[in-house]
């Protein structure tokens, strides 16, 4: 029992091993191993395991001196091939290579990481390096040209009026598409300027040729140009011509868009209809006539409604305050001397004589609290009607006399001694009186 559990110990990382899935990478240049200066070459790199992938490959970045090179899209073409007896399950990434110069091209052995269903963890595998030759155009070697397996150009005309006047504008509108070459090197067209037209070129509008499985076919190119005419006569665009070559024999071909021939007159504008007999027909009680002065005092009344709704919180914030203020101001009133002066004249006036508001007014204006203070130190005119009021009012045969009448007499001599004596200021020690 012991040999037994010991030879599976022994057989148990054998057992692990043969578990982990198989991994594999194969690739290869497509179509050749050469290709034509400008024209495209595909890296297509297989990615294939026995079980399944539970994450996307990380692909490495590839650079070439001297070449363009486009990585794969994030779309890849699903694989399901049997080798060696086995079902592998696979993704196809291709990379797009674009040479720039006529010489060899090496491609380094490159490190794919894939995350494969069933393993312990990450698995780094290794491509082949490859090799292919770009060779030399025949004929012109200057500037930018364009290698494919096929192109197809052509082009539109719009007016923004039939038939064209000065004033009206022309745009024309061509289209590249080609099959085997990258988008972004498709040559852009040549829209020469035109006398008697205003030349505005647009952002041209580059795309992939899709194949419709996750790959391109090539590109599409869309330039516009928009032409304003400035001068009646005879239009001419001319004719467009782009060169290109066959990325398979090496031959050069040659498409183009015709001549655009046009026809413009003078800028004068009729309209197709006529308004005024449209309203006549429809009755003149359709119209609707606003003056400038409505309008505008009709704009003002909305945004003083508008600002008006908007102020409301604000509104109600100062409309607080303002009663606070109104209050606050009601009760300095209340409590001032100029209060008790009118209330102590009302007072006296009144029948039965009332002295409250001149005590009020006494104690407000002098700090005294009895008129018998106030008194002593008052004139003796006022003392005495002072007296004489007492003494008819509250005396043993008091009877109605002219008392009160004379100590409303004497009251402005009194507040405006009181007043003096107010100016008068203490002497500047500060101290108070020892024993008040």
């Not at 409250?356 to 005495?384: H, I, K, M, P, Q």
Request: glycine share 10%; charged share 25%.
């Amino acid at each position: 029992m012991k040999r037994l559990l010991v030879c599976l110990l022994l057989c148990l990382p054998r057992l692990v091993m043969a578990e982990e899935p198989e991994v594999r990478v194969q690739n290869r240049l497509a179509p050749a191993d050469s290709v034509m200066v400008g024209g495209t070459i595909n890296l297509e790199v297989d990615l294939l395991v026995d079980t399944w992938f539970t994450a996307a490959p990380i692909l490495p970045k590839l650079e070439l001196p001297g070449a363009v090179v486009n990585p794969p899209s994030g779309e890849a073409q699903h694989l399901t091939e049997q080798q060696d007896g086995k079902t592998f399950f696979g993704l196809r990434f291709i990379y797009q290579i674009t040479p720039q110069a006529a010489q060899r091209f090496e491609i380094p052995a490159l490190e794919f990481q894939v995350q494969p269903g069933q393993a312990s963890g990450p698995v780094k595998v290794r491509s082949q390096p490859l090799a292919f030759a770009a060779k030399e155009l025949a004929g012109e070697s200057d500037g930018h040209r364009l290698v494919a397996t096929s192109v197809t150009f052509t082009q539109e005309i719009e007016r923004s009026h039939d038939p064209l006047r000065v004033g009206d504008s022309i745009t024309r509108r061509v289209k590249v598409q080609a099959e085997g070459a990258q988008a972004m090197l498709l040559p852009p067209p040549e829209f020469v300027e035109v006398n008697g037209l205003k030349r505005y070129v647009q952002t041209p509008r580059v795309t992939p040729l899709s194949d419709g499985r996750g790959g391109t076919l090539g590109g599409v190119r869309e330039d516009s140009v928009t032409y304003v005419i400035g001068e009646a006569g005879e239009i001419d665009l001319p004719a467009i011509e782009l060169k290109w070559w066959d990325v398979a024999t090496g031959e050069g071909h040659s498409a183009a868009v015709p001549t655009v021939e046009l026809k413009a007159a003078k800028g004068d504008y009729q309209a197709p209809f006529s308004i005024s007999e449209d309203l006549r027909a429809l009755g003149q009680k359709t119209r609707l006539r606003l003056s400038g002065h409505g309008m505008l005092l009709g704009m003002f009344l909305v945004l003083g409604g508008g600002l008006a709704y908007l102020g409301r919180p604000w509104g109600r914030v100062a409309l607080a305050s303002l009663r606070r203020w109104r209050a606050a101001r009601k009760r300095a009133w209340l409590e001032s001397p100029d209060y008790a002066w009118k209330l102590a004249r009302r007072q006296l006036k009144g029948r039965p004589t009332q002295l409250g508001g001149l005590y009020l007014w006494v104690r407000r204006s002098t700090g005294n609290r009895t008129l018998s203070e106030f008194s002593d130190t008052s004139c003796d005119a006022f003392s005495d009607r002072l007296l004489g009021f007492f003494k008819s009012r509250y005396g043993a045969a008091s009877a109605p006399s002219q008392a009160p009448a004379d100590l409303r007499r004497v009251l402005p001599d009194v507040r405006r001694a009181v007043s003096v004596r107010k100016k008068v200021r203490p002497e500047g020690h500060g101290l108070k009186p020892l024993n008040p």
